[in-house]
């Protein structure tokens, strides 16, 4: 079973950073790609990163290429995602997700491939 918290988000001034955590509390993080989604008010959700079960294949959404790393920690069962050079518009509602695969470079883009979510943590960007 996968639970996933996540945690790390606040208020910050635009061009500011932050670095968020999700945490599983389960015992297959080891085993699930993860991936970074958020959703700002009136939108849809959208994909943000996601990478692969070992760690060793990530791929960012083109509004945050150069601004956003994802990692990972498998022995701390936590995933991360580092924003620099945050704008207003990235203000949103960040969730984290996993899907647990058999494949450790496998990839997953569509929210639709996660089985699992946290409850999100909200980042403002201030202008």
């Known amino acids: 079973q996968v639970q996933l918290v996540e945690s790390g988000g606040g208020l910050v001034q635009a061009g500011g950073s932050l670095r968020l955590s999700c945490a599983d509390s389960?015992?297959?993080?080891?085993?699930?790609?993860m991936g970074w989604f958020r959703q700002a008010p009136g939108k849809d959700r959208e994909f943000v990163a996601t990478?692969?079960?070992?760690?060793?294949?990530?791929y960012y959404a083109d509004s945050l290429k150069g601004r956003t790393t994802i990692s990972r920690d498998n022995a701390k069962n936590t995933g991360y995602l580092q924003m620099n050079s945050l704008k207003p518009e990235d203000t949103a509602i960040y969730y984290c997700a996993a899907k647990v695969t058999y494949d450790n470079t496998a990839v997953y883009r569509g929210a639709d491939a996660y089985a699992y979510w946290g409850q999100g943590t909200q980042v403002t960007v201030s202008s």
């Open positions: 389960g015992r297959t993080f080891s085993t699930s790609a």
């Open positions: 990478i692969s079960r070992n760690g060793g294949r990530t």
